[in-house]
Nanobody
Framework: QVQLVESGGGLVQPGGSLRLSCAASGFTFSNYAMRWYRQAPGKEREWVARINTGGSTTYADSVKDRFTISRDNAKNTAYLQMNSLKPEDTAVYYC???????WGQGTQVTVSS
């Protein structure tokens, strides 16, 4: 079955960096766009970034120029490189394949001094 497993979250100081990974299985990874979403406490889930099958990327304004989404089709893995992290980036981060209605379990990112 379709499975997405996020990893790489943790506690980081403001201005720091983290790289999240999303390991995919159960479908032909290279055929699908991948997205990252996040959900902060008490807020609705929001879209963060998207990468299509050809490698083109789009970002939410709130993370543009700080976050980079990428994919390695040989490893069936998507990544989210997060730089210059801010306290408002604190959230649970999820990867998803929208067209398959598949979501991972999420990984917690906390930005705090």
């Amino acid at each position: 079955q379709v499975q997405l497993v996020e990893s790489g979250g943790g506690l980081v100081q403001p201005g720091g960096s983290l790289r999240l990974s999303c390991a995919a299985s159960g479908f032909t990874f290279s055929n699908y766009a991948m997205r990252w979403y996040r959900q902060a406490p008490g807020k609705e889930r929001e879209w963060v970034a998207r990468i299509n099958t050809g490698g083109s990327t789009t970002y939410a304004d709130s993370v543009k120029d700080r976050f980079t989404i990428s994919r390695d089709n040989a490893k069936n893995t998507a990544y989210l490189q997060m730089n210059s992290l801010k306290p408002e980036d604190t959230a649970v981060y999820y990867c998803t394949v929208i067209t398959l209605r598949a979501w991972g379990q999420g990984t917690q990112v906390t930005v705090s001094s």
